[in-house]
């Protein structure tokens, strides 16, 4: 079946170290996208990227890096320089701006 | 002020009610979407409409583009109906402006 794959679902670390998270999509989409979500807020832009070697930041992008060496992954590393990582993060994929997007079923990070 | 509000943000209803969670934006959009989330925090697509009316099933999405203003109907509420309801704007490089959120609780 295809969709978008986020893994790990719940990933604990401590604070200074850097973490990467996965996003892995099988739905031949050029566009990706990092969301975080805290409590109380809606979610918010990271990165994204529309075509593969290419990427933009979104409102949020401070503390945070990308990469997108191949159509189907995006993956997001949190870095030490990110003040409040703990957080809910959500990646999405589009085939293009007229037609819907998938989600993932997020990478809930605990930074201790 | 934030680019997308919506209203309410916690919604109470008995099973089998009408519900209507209300969206209004700010910006320019190619198209508005609702998406649900469940508590263990995937989130799912419902509609996307960038004029008119859509349904699906017991859900119905309108939008006016003139306002600038897209509702979201559940017919026939049920408990399974309980999650996060989320509006969001679509922007022109296909990112989205998202809501807070309404939080529905369906009661049997």
């Known amino acids: 079946d295809g969709g978008i794959t986020q893994s790990p679902k719940y990933l604990f670390r401590k604070e200074g170290q850097n973490v990467t998270l996965s996003c892995e999509q099988n739905?031949?989409?050029?566009?990706m996208y990092w969301y975080r979500q805290d409590p109380g807020q809606g979610l918010r832009l990271i990165y994204y990227?529309?075509?593969?070697?290419?990427?933009q930041k979104g409102d949020i992008a401070e503390g945070y890096s990308v990469s997108r060496e191949k159509k189907e992954s995006f993956p997001l590393t949190v870095t030490s320089a990110q003040k409040n990582p703990t957080a809910f993060y959500l990646c999405a994929s589009s085939m293009d701006t007229q037609r819907g997007a998938f989600f993932g079923q997020g990478t809930r990070l605990t930074v201790v | 002020k934030n680019e997308v509000e919506q209203s309410p943000q916690n919604l109470t209803a008995q099973e089998g009610e009408f519900i209507t969670i209300n969206c209004s934006y700010s910006v320019g959009i190619s198209a508005l979407h609702w998406l649900q989330q469940h508590p263990g925090g995937g989130i799912v697509s419902l509609f996307m409409l960038s004029s008119g009316k859509k349904k699906h099933g017991r859900l119905i999405a309108t939008i006016n583009i003139q306002e600038k203003h897209s509702s979201l109907h559940i017919t026939a509420s049920h408990p399974r109906d309980s999650a996060v309801y989320i509006c969001?704007?679509?922007?022109?490089?296909?990112?989205?402006?998202f809501g807070k959120g309404t939080k529905l609780s369906v009661k049997p």
């Open positions: 990227s529309q075509i593969v070697n290419d990427f």
């Open positions: 739905l031949n989409h050029d566009a």
């Open positions: 969001a704007a679509g922007g022109s490089q296909g990112n989205l402006i």
